[in-house]
């Protein structure tokens, strides 16, 4: 699995939906797992806690968890912004590889603004920076910059994952 994280705009569901195009694999977008009141919490621009994550991240590690007992790889769009989140993300079954995105602010506020119909909005891009733990530690992480087209950050993805794609069509 292939996990594109980071904060709202950073264009996750962008790279996870080219990647799994050019992979062949099953796209999978976290955000479909929020229920409906974490959706109208964050549409009125209230961030979520960690208490109220803790039942999106069980409905997204179950579904994961199905997915890998079909056999089926799969690019994840998550924002990842927790380390335990990570954590359990790793423990669904997969061979699990991260994609972090980051940018500018300016950037990503000005992707936030021109983004219709999400329930997401910009006002709580603050919020995602501050929940954001860096994964710059954690060995299975590759961070890229959003500053980029999305066939190249895509482009890139690929380059930069290329050893462990590798690995995995030779398993």
């Not at 976290?30 to 109208?40: E, I």
């Not at 066939?151 to 690929?158: G, M, S, Y």
Request: charged content about 25%; proline content about 4%; overall charge negative.
């Amino acid at each position: 699995m292939i996990v594109c994280m980071g904060v709202a705009g950073a264009g996750k569901s962008t790279l996870a939906r080219g990647l799994a195009a050019a992979l062949e694999w099953r796209y999978v977008e976290a955000d479909t797992f929020h229920d409906k009141a974490a959706r109208q919490q964050m549409a009125a621009g209230r961030a979520l806690n960690d208490e109220q994550r803790g039942p999106w991240m069980d409905r997204v590690c179950q579904e994961l968890r199905w997915l890998s007992g079909t056999g089926a790889s799969c690019v994840l769009a998550h924002s990842g912004l927790r380390a335990a989140h990570r954590d359990m993300l790793r423990d669904c079954g997969f061979d699990t590889r991260f994609v972090h995105l980051e940018g500018a602010a300016e950037l990503i506020e000005q992707r936030l603004a021109h983004r219709p119909g999400h329930f997401m909005p910009p006002g709580l891009l603050g919020s995602q920076r501050e929940a954001l733990q860096s994964p710059a530690e954690e060995q299975d992480v590759v961070t890229l910059d959003v500053g980029q087209t999305p066939e190249v950050i895509r482009d890139l993805a690929l380059r930069a994952l290329a050893r462990f794609l590798t690995e995995r069509a030779t398993a």
